[in-house]
């Protein structure tokens, strides 16, 4: 299957590179943070740290050929890691694997959603970890005024920042320090745009990487479709089987001059292999407002079935420690140089609540840095989700680049 990427680069490499455009961007971010452990994660969930920190150094590299109606692009993706954390003292029963704590630093640990090509390396040696990955590369060509595309590729749709349930197929990080990340996904794209004000994409994608992988790829059969029933308002509607399960939900969304309004919805079936499951609801209403030239909000409030089989040791593709959630956002722009914003995310039925505080400094056209606090505001009871027991409070410094 990895000729298929090479036979499609090739295709293009004809005279018609003279014609062709050429782009070239990327970012790179350094990360320090310290981090101080949930005591309940050390009494309950054999998490035995207290204090750590926690080094991050991370890159994009995007690339992009574009001839007449087709194009190519790529994204190569680094990411180094460096923390005790990584290294865990040995128990009578031998080595250890790293602290949970990792995971949620480098949420989405995961960085190809629907996997067939591999086309990554990932590596844990002593205190440190080095990811190199290919997490965007696809060939697309306009056919008679429709799409095809294929490859590793990103799926982008959803009004979600903090929850968007209607898309499995790229993590929103609004709750991580992570930024300029995406996820790909392995297969065949086809967009057609059946009107104007309509228009649907099929996917067909693969994935060799869920639990309990014998050899086979486990399909991915998804519609996505957007309708602008007007100048405002906007219908999507997503229906398919991912991940064994079959799914159907949407979204609307409406815009006024200086505000949004949207809610989603999906359902998910039980596993169609009839493997231990339960079947899923996940809901989001929204709201999104720039009050004034300088401040910003955002409320989303949603309800997620609690998956009953999920392994605690692991924040997975429901990334949220809740059930029911409202969480507000605020962006404040204090001088043209500094911005700061606080998001506070609150589950209504445990008590658990999250608080995000951030101030960026603009240091030129193509750098900044930033300044971040993550912790548990309230412990909550974390009886039916004892994931909340591993969130952890951090405080830190970033800077990046861009190019």
Avoid: C
């Avoid at 997975?316 to 409202?326: H, I, K, M, Q």
């Avoid at 914003?341 to 951030?358: P, R």
């Amino acid at each position: 299957m990895k000729n298929l990427f090479i036979l499609l680069a090739f295709s293009i490499s004809t005279p018609a590179l003279a014609e062709a455009t050429f782009d070239l961007s990327g970012n790179i971010e350094g990360q320090l943070r310290n981090s101080k452990n949930n005591e309940k994660a050390k009494s309950d969930l054999a998490q035995d740290w207290n204090n750590a920190n926690f080094y991050l150094l991370y890159g994009n590299l995007n690339g992009k050929i574009e001839v007449g109606d087709s194009r190519v692009e790529a994204n190569w993706f680094v990411r180094y890691s460096e923390s005790d954390l990584y290294n865990p003292p040995p128990s009578v029963l031998g080595n250890r694997d790293p602290y949970i704590a990792t995971q949620i630093f480098t949420f989405p640990n995961k960085l190809v959603a629907r996997d067939i090509f591999k086309l990554q390396s990932s590596n844990v040696s002593g205190n440190h970890k080095t990811e190199t990955i290919l997490n965007k590369f696809y060939y697309e060509l306009d056919i008679d005024g429709d799409r095809f595309m294929v490859g590793r590729m990103y799926v982008n749709y959803g009004q979600g920042e903090i929850f968007n349930p209607i898309n499995p197929f790229n993590q929103p990080t609004g709750l991580t320090a992570i930024s300029q990340i995406a996820q790909g996904n392995d297969g065949l794209s086809f967009t057609y745009f059946a009107s104007p004000e309509h228009t649907i994409q099929f996917l067909l994608l693969g994935d060799k990487s869920i639990d309990g992988y014998d050899g086979q790829i486990d399909k991915t059969l998804w519609a996505h479709g957007e309708y602008q029933a007007s100048d405002k308002l906007q219908l999507d509607y997503v229906i398919g089987e991912d991940q064994n399960r079959q799914k159907l939900g949407g979204q609307v969304s409406y815009q006024f001059e200086e505000s949004m309004v949207f809610s989603q919805a999906l359902y998910q079936s039980q596993n169609v292999k009839n493997e231990p499951s339960n079947n899923l609801l996940d809901l989001l209403v929204g709201y999104d407002q720039q009050l004034t030239s300088k401040w910003h909000i955002r409320l989303e409030s949603g309800y997620q079935k609690i998956n009953r089989y999920a392994s605690v040791s692991q924040f997975g593709d429901r990334f949220l420690p809740t059930e029911y959630f409202v969480a507000l956002a605020n962006v404040y722009e204090i001088h043209p140089l500094v911005k700061v914003s606080g998001t506070l995310i609150n589950d209504v039925k445990s008590g658990f609540s999250y608080f995000i505080a951030k101030s960026t400094f603009s240091l030129g056209q193509n750098m900044e840095a930033e300044a971040f606090v993550f912790t548990p505001a309230t412990k909550g009871d974390a009886t039916n989700n004892p994931v909340q027991k591993l969130v952890t409070t951090d405080a830190g410094i970033a800077l990046r680049a861009f190019f």
